[in-house]
């Protein structure tokens, strides 16, 4: 099946039918740091990670223990956001499905003003989601936080 839920509920209902979940926050940076984590049973959330070998020949991780730059962060977590709204759109889904991409906003997008910024980043979103999906949903892991995009009748 082409999507991760069905909704049941009134046929005039303006939620989707059909929902596709996806992660944002899943890129090597990611996996290099939960590794660090698992290791050594602490990491720096917002330090750089510097890695040298592979799987197979010993890798070697560091994640520097130092305060990161919000802005950059939350530019770095748009990127992913898009990215994985992107990587959706390139596939077939039923009519009335929306897209619901988690990510962690723990240190990215935590604060109260960064609300703005990510309605922005939405508002000016030069992935075209509306072809695909009748909504656009972004859920927090904080639980904190949800912004939601809607397809207009005449986007239809």
């Given at each position: ?94 009519e009335n499905t929306g897209l619901l991409v988690y ?9 109260c003003k960064d609300k703005a910024i990510m309605d ?37």
């Amino acid at each position: 099946q082409p999507f991760d839920v069905e909704i049941f509920g009134p046929k005039e209902c303006e939620f989707p039918s059909f929902l596709e979940i996806t992660i944002a926050d899943q890129n090597y940076e990611d996996y290099l740091r939960m590794r660090y984590f698992t290791e050594h049973g602490g990491v720096c959330m917002t330090g750089p990670v510097t890695h040298n070998g592979t799987k197979k020949t010993g890798l070697n991780i560091s994640v520097a223990n130092e305060a990161g730059d919000l802005t950059k962060m939350n530019q770095e977590k748009k990127d992913l956001i898009r990215n994985a709204i992107a990587r959706k759109t390139s596939k077939a889904y039923p009519e009335n499905t929306g897209l619901l991409v988690y990510f962690d906003d723990y240190v990215a997008f935590s604060t109260c003003k960064d609300k703005a910024i990510m309605d922005k980043f939405l508002d000016e979103l030069d992935v075209n989601w509306i072809d695909k999906f009748s909504a656009l949903y972004l859920v927090g892991a904080s639980g904190n936080q949800i912004w939601e995009r809607y397809r207009s009748e005449q986007d239809a």
